[in-house]
């Protein structure tokens, strides 16, 4: 493997994460139990699709096939997607959405943090830009997880159903791939077993606060995503979200 | 009932939203948001009302903590300065370079 088709086997993981996320999150439009929530998740939403546009811009450069953003997010099938497994799980209700997205901010904050020393200009850029925003994002998922968390007895039982449900997705943010190895090396990427510890720390203190337990699961971690294995679900998100581009390829807004 | 009670709904407390545009003026009404307690209904604001840069600084204050005139005493409060032309600081030139006057 090259140091090229590392770095774009990389830049599709990133901006795969926050396509699908985004896409994910803009579900809620017009669909959330109020007003404010609709348009923070919405919000979250296009923080990420813009997030992705850059990324799978510069994957497509790096990767000097000619393809661009739209050509990468439209025009891929499952397998090659390569966004955790985590991001691309049903919304669900109005917890599982936040649990998600808080397992997913605080590895996606502690993870830009380290990306602001990359020695490539293009990552260390887009850290500095998107910090800012996935830093208020991690905020107002931490904020909801302890509220919901440590609320009345309903919320407590549905946050702790969606903490039971998705935890054996998160073991997956933080595996590494020969691309690691080779980025790593150059100085280009974080370790992911770094920020593993930083985000353990991060999550284990909300949880506390929020009266909310890790579920025994004997370690058990669901995999795939690194080698394009994913849930049922993102077939159903892409059909949705590629059928437009696919059946009028020449669209143009 | 106690007055929390009764700006408290299914969707949380009201909260007026106050929005800086720019330092050093004043905050302006911008509309309302639900919440549950003030750090949710500055999040709240930010997400409702500052989304497009109409912001760089937030007050929040719930809605039941803002006493208002009524419209039977709008007659004495307001209508005894309608004859009072004098009042209006508009016999002064303005001194070049004065702004947010």
Redesign the interface.
């Known amino acids: 493997m090259t140091k090229e088709e590392a770095l774009y086997e990389y830049l599709i993981r990133l901006g795969d994460n926050a396509l699908i996320l985004g896409q994910r999150l803009g579900e809620w439009c017009g669909a959330a139990h109020q007003l404010e929530s609709d348009i923070a998740m919405t919000n979250v939403a296009l923080d990420l699709v813009g997030q992705a546009r850059m990324l799978l811009t510069e994957a497509g450069e790096v990767e000097g096939k000619g393809r661009s953003e739209d050509d990468l997010a439209f025009h891929r099938n499952e397998f090659e997607f390569r966004n955790n497994l985590l991001v691309e799980m049903a919304n669900g209700d109005f917890g599982q959405t936040i649990t998600r997205q808080f397992f997913f901010d605080c590895f996606y904050f502690h993870f830009l943090q380290a990306l602001k020393s990359s020695k490539s200009e293009f990552l260390q850029a887009f850290a500095m830009k998107s910090i800012k925003e996935v830093t208020y994002h991690r905020e107002l998922s931490t904020d909801f997880m302890i509220r919901l968390g440590d609320g009345t007895e309903e919320s407590h039982e549905k946050m702790q159903y969606a903490v039971n449900l998705l935890w054996e997705y998160t073991g997956e943010l933080f595996e590494k791939t020969e691309a690691d190895e080779i980025l790593i090396a150059e100085g280009i990427v974080p370790d992911l077993t770094q920020i593993k510890s930083l985000w353990e720390q991060d999550v284990m203190a909300v949880l506390e606060k929020a009266t909310l337990l890790i579920p025994d699961n004997k370690g058990y971690m669901a995999s795939g995503s690194r080698k394009g294995h994913h849930s049922e679900y993102l077939g159903y998100i892409l059909a949705e979200m590629q059928y437009l581009p696919r059946m009028m390829p020449d669209a143009k807004w | 009932m106690s007055e929390e009670e009764k700006n408290e709904s299914e969707?949380g407390l009201l909260w007026e939203v106050f929005v800086q545009s720019k330092p050093g003026i004043p905050h302006k009404h911008a509309g309302s948001?639900?919440?549950?307690?003030a750090?949710?209904a500055l999040?709240?604001a930010?997400?409702?009302y500052t989304?497009r840069k109409e912001g760089v600084s937030l007050w929040v204050v719930p809605t039941n903590m803002i006493h208002a005139t009524t419209e039977e005493e709008a007659e004495s409060f307001f209508d005894p300065a309608d004859d009072k032309a004098y009042r209006h600081p508009t016999f002064y030139t303005i001194p070049e370079g004065v702004k947010y006057l």
């Open positions: 969707q948001v639900h919440a549950h307690d750090e949710m999040k709240a930010r997400d409702v989304r």
